[in-house]
T-cell receptor, first 112, second 113 residues
Framework: SQKIEQNSEALNIQEGKTATLTCNYTNYSPAYLQWYRQDPGRGPVFLLLIRENEKEKRKERLKVTFDTTLKQSLFHITASQPADSATYLCALAGNSGYALNFGKGTSLLVTP | DAGVIQSPRHEVTEMGQEVTLRCKPISGHNSLFWYRQTMMRGLELLIYFNNNVPIDDSGMPEDRFSAKMPNASFSTLKIQPSEPRDSAVYFC???????????FGQGTRLTVV
C-alpha cells in the first residue's frame, strides 16, 4: 500500500539553527512532491513544490531536496525563527492524479 | 478572492443526527477535495471532484458519508447518521488543472456526542 511517513516526534530547535524535516514514501512514482505548513486551527498552506527531475529547490530560507532513488525528501529551514513553529506536511499525488495524499506531519518548535 | 470558504466553523451534534458541511471553492478552480484530519490518522482524502464530477471516492469511510457538488461554486459533505468516531476537523480544498498546489479552507471542527 502507499505510505507517506514523516517523523512523528516533535522537533525542538533553537532560534537561528537549521531545522531539517524528513519525508519518506513507498509505492508512489511521484512527478512532484509538495510541502505545506499548518498552524493550529487553520488549514494547510502551500510552501514549495519540487519536481522529480529537480534535486533541490529554494525559496527564501526554505530548501527542499528530492531523491527519487531513496524515495525521500528533506525540508530545511535555515536561520529558524520562533514564527516558523508549526506543523509541516509533505504531500504526493495519489493514483487519481491531482488529489494529494499527505503525511501526518512533523511539529516544529523554535525556541528563542 | 476570499479563498476557500467552509461553514460552519464548528458543529456539535448528537449521535444519530444528520450533519451537513458546506464548501465554496475559489472561483475558477475546477477541482475540489474533502479531507478529514484527526490526531491518529492525520489528513485523509475522502473524495475528489473534477468539473463537478466525483472522480475518486475511495476514501469515503462508509455509506453514512455522501458528498455532492451541484455546481462549480458549492459542495456539501453529509454524514447520516453521525457517530462519535466521526469527530474530526473536515477540510475542503480546491485547485485548477493548470496548478498543483491545493488551497484549503479553515476547516469545520465536528464533534459528535
Amino acid at each position: 500500500s502507499q505510505k507517506i511517513e514523516q517523523n512523528s516526534e516533535a522537533l525542538n530547535i533553537q532560534e537561528g539553527k537549521t531545522a531539517t524535516l524528513t519525508c519518506n514514501y513507498t509505492n508512489y512514482s511521484p512527478a512532484y512532491l509538495q510541502w505545506y505548513r499548518q498552524d493550529p486551527g487553520r488549514g494547510p498552506v502551500f510552501l514549495l513544490l519540487i519536481r522529480e527531475n529537480e534535486k533541490e529547490k529554494r525559496k527564501e530560507r526554505l530548501k527542499v531536496t528530492f531523491d527519487t532513488t531513496l524515495k525521500q525528501s528533506l525540508f530545511h529551514i535555515t536561520a529558524s525563527q520562533p514564527a516558523d513553529s508549526a506543523t509541516y506536511l509533505c504531500a504526493l499525488a495519489g493514483n487519481s492524479g491531482y488529489a494529494l495524499n499527505f503525511g501526518k506531519g512533523t511539529s516544529l518548535l523554535v525556541t528563542p | 478572492d476570499a479563498g476557500v470558504i467552509q461553514s460552519p466553523r464548528h458543529e456539535v451534534t448528537e449521535m444519530g443526527q444528520e450533519v451537513t458541511l458546506r464548501c465554496k471553492p475559489i472561483s475558477g478552480h475546477n477541482s475540489l477535495f474533502w479531507y478529514r484530519q484527526t490526531m491518529m490518522r492525520g489528513l485523509e482524502l475522502l473524495i475528489y471532484f473534477n468539473n463537478n464530477v466525483p472522480i475518486d471516492d475511495s476514501g469515503m469511510p462508509e455509506d453514512r458519508f455522501s458528498a455532492k457538488m451541484p455546481n462549480a461554486s458549492f459542495s456539501t459533505l453529509k454524514i447520516q447518521p453521525s457517530e462519535p468516531r466521526d469527530s474530526a476537523v473536515y477540510f475542503c480544498a480546491s485547485t485548477t488543472d493548470s496548478t498543483t498546489e491545493a488551497f484549503f479552507g479553515q476547516g469545520t471542527r465536528l464533534t459528535v456526542v
